[in-house]
């Protein structure tokens, strides 16, 4: 061989040397790599006889270990790890496919490949995502979908899994099982475990106009009631909004403010008002679950109503300063542009909350939360109410408490053993899910056992006779207790005095200056305290507990003597109201078990025994209440937030 052909041949080799190094993965980007992936994926033909996942689980949170294993989340030294499924286009038998891989959903898997969430081991990780597009799920096949998630490689009846589902179907739920759902069905999502995400605006932030016309913006397409109030407001203040899809995109930037009502139509309304700057001006009933809310501040950039204080809308809006406008704008821009703007962003934003939740053990350390004196958000309650077999005044109580419009759900513990709850269609009608459980033994403790059904962190404990208060008193409660969410707050206060000459705690229920108790007949507090009620941990809670289980009386007082040795801190009373409930059509409560002598001589018992098994008084003593802003003004009741509130 001649040196030139020598040469030559070293020359080419070089070359291939070269070009293999350029080309190969080394010197991809990670779009580019994710790119690759996607154009070469496989093909993979749905096999209808094999099993689907099961329907979505209803209480599932991070620290339930059937649904989320945290010990997963350990192995990468507090580092939320994502691994993402490689891609594979799944066909039907027709060769149709399942669910196309839309440009969105492939933004959004693109920036989790690039991301310093992402691990190409599954072994290291603690969330799996599946590449299957779910992002609008209005037109799939919950049987289809079932299947391919239950092929999975991993997928452990959705154990760790995180699904995306923007576009959902109220008609048409998926079969999701135990993973996370990252969805926008703000009133569905499975509190402290399921996460807001927003629907993404199709349209580009467009740059605000030096001069906004107009005050406020609505849809043509609205609640005939709120039409009602916003007729009477001066018609050169509002723009009425087209459903025309060109002129809604054209004039929708034109008002300071946009009225949104939950679920919106169309169903971007949220986010394309945000895209022009216009600050939402949020109606709706319930406490809504809104898009990263552990990110965002929405009280910065949003102003928020419950329908029946619509009527203030306009004059709440013209109050606000010029100075106030320009700083919640420019929160807004910020909060908009950072987490809500486009796919990528939104991939972003739900793992950092996603990171939150499973590292900041404020979601999983048992019990939940840790520290209940961190201010909870607005989820709403949930009404559990203790009953025997009075069905009457039970139905009365279910069906009055379901009007209060920060209820999220009514659990009903039935606590009579051999005669069974009524048939589903002898009960109420109501709007709120109901749940009823019934116990294995008649115990007073049954009303504090924290039932998985309970989702909310605020728990309303009713008595099945409480039917006198009104939906204002029970939701100013909450919103008091919001404010103090370590106290128990209610309505039936009761104080405590030491007589000297028997040298004994006595249980009082007349009127005095001084309160020390509120019962827990018709009161909000924790959930926490649930847990710490059931698993009685000190020596002297277990003793009383039993005590209160074999004597069926006083857990109320126990329960308070348990939150103020815990907190140091007096309950709050709210309202002016005495009377909770009628033995009588006249009122009079003569007869009651409460009324009677005999029953404050054993409840002065029961106070004295507890104490001295404490070996202190935690009790603290109050001498004020909690009453609505306004309440005792001679103002029209239109001002007023809380017009129905009961006297004495």
Known sequence: MSFRVLVCLVCVAGLLLLSSHLYSDDNLSKAEEWARLVGEAREETVDMASTRARERRAGCHFYNSDCFDVYRCGRMNGRLKVYVYPPVEYLTHDGDPVAPLSQEFDTMLESLYSSEYYTPDPDDACIFVPSFDLLNSRDLDPGLVGRVLNSLDYWNQGRNHLLFNMVFSDNNPLPTDQAILASADYGHLRPGYDLSIPIISPHDQTKPPAKRPYLLSYQQVLDPSLQKILSKSPSKLLLSIPPDLPKYLRILGQATFCLVTLPSNPITHLTDCMAVGSIPVIVTPSPPSLP????????????????????????????????????????????????????????????????????????????????????????????????????????????????????????????????????????????????????????????????????????????????????????????????????????????????????????????????????????????????????????????????????????????????????????????????????????????????????????????????????????????????????????????????????L
Not at 327 to 353: F, G
Not at 416 to 444: F, G, Y
């Open 292 to 647: 990263f809310s552990q990110l965002i501040d929405w009280l910065q950039i949003s102003v928020q109503f419950r329908p029946s204080a619509a009527s203030s809308i306009v004059s709440t809006l013209r109050s606000l300063s010029p100075a106030h406008l320009q700083t919640m704008q420019s929160a807004l821009q910020a909060a908009y542009l950072t987490h809500l703007s486009t796919p990528a962003k939104v991939m972003l934003s739900t793992l950092a909350v996603l990171d939150h939740s499973v590292f900041s053990g404020a979601q999983h350390s048992p019990p939940p939360p840790a520290n209940p004196v961190l201010p909870p958000p607005n989820q709403g309650f949930t009404a559990v109410i203790l009953t025997y077999n009075r069905l009457e005044s039970l139905f009365q109580v279910i069906t009055k408490v379901s009007q209060v419009e920060s209820l999220t759900r009514v659990v009903v513990v039935w606590n009579h053993q051999t005669i069974p709850p009524p048939p589903v269609e002898d009960w109420p009608r109501i709007s709120k899910p109901l749940k009823v459980i019934q116990t294995s033994a008649n115990k007073l403790s049954n009303r504090f056992y924290p039932y998985s059904e309970i989702e909310t962190e605020c728990v309303l404990s009713l008595d099945d006779d409480i039917s006198m208060l009104t939906s204002d008193e029970l939701e100013f409660a909450y919103q008091v207790w919001r404010e103090f969410p370590d106290r128990i707050v209610g309505f039936p206060s009761r104080t405590h005095n030491y007589d000297n000459t028997s040298d004994q705690f006595k249980y009082e229920s007349e009127w005095t200056n001084d309160l020390s108790m509120v019962l827990t007949g018709v009161a909000f507090y924790h959930k926490y305290w649930h847990y710490l009620y059931t698993a009685a941990p000190s020596a002297e809670q277990k003793t009383i507990k039993d005590w209160v289980d074999n004597h069926i009386n006083c857990e109320d007082i126990a329960f308070n003597l348990m939150v103020a040795n815990a907190t140091g801190k007096a309950p709050i009373k709210v309202g002016p109201r005495k009377k909770f409930k009628c033995s009588t059509p006249s009122c009079e409560n003569a007869g009651m078990l409460s009324a009677s002598v005999s029953h404050l001589v054993e409840r002065s018992s029961c106070l004295d025994k507890f104490l001295k098994i404490y070996g202190w008084n935690p009790l603290k003593s109050v001498q004020f209440r909690a009453d609505p802003v306004l309440y005792k003004d001679s103002f029209p009741d239109s001002l007023k937030l809380f017009k129905d509130i009961g006297s």
